[in-house]
């Protein structure tokens, strides 16, 4: 009974000991992802506004590239959101805003010489890398 209390006691130690170094890679990882993902919201919800003006003025291509960039939008914002907080089970969101992100750059790169359109795929792209690379280190 000693020796596993004092197993016990030893492996929490171990485990306390290791933390402070993963904690700060961790964290900065957690907060690269967060600024990318912010950057990327901000990016798509301007390229939503450029498409809702678009559409209006007869270029209907543009409503449906609209709705996908809202929604983009709407996941970067949660994904900074829980990567701010450094949400342990963010793992199903990070890969959530990665398919967005690659489905988003996709169609805004089908959209040739528009600058709006073209800043908002490169803000995809950094998203969805960053993403892919913070959800790998997740599911370790």
Avoid at 33 to 38: G, I, L, P, V
Avoid at 62 to 69: F, V, Y
Avoid at 89 to 117: F, Q
Wanted: hydrophobic share 35%; aromatic share 4%; glycine share 4%.
């Amino acid at each position: 009974m000693k020796t596993s209390v004092w197993l016990s006691a030893f492996a929490l130690l171990a485990i306390l000991a290791l933390t402070p170094a993963h904690a700060q890679e961790d964290n900065e990882s957690f907060m690269q992802c967060a600024k990318e993902c912010n950057a990327c919201e901000i990016h798509c919800n301007r390229c939503f506004k450029h498409c809702l003006e678009q559409a209006a003025s007869g270029k209907g291509e543009h409503a449906k590239m609209g709705k996908l960039c809202a929604n983009c939008g709407e996941i970067c914002k949660t994904c900074a959101v829980l990567c701010a907080r450094e949400c342990p089970h963010s793992g199903p969101v990070l890969e959530c805003c990665a398919n967005y992100c690659e489905a988003c750059e996709k169609e805004c790169r089908k959209m040739e010489g528009d600058k709006t359109m073209e800043a908002c795929a490169n803000a995809c792209r950094a998203c969805a890398k960053e993403c892919r690379q913070m959800a790998m280190m997740k599911n370790k």
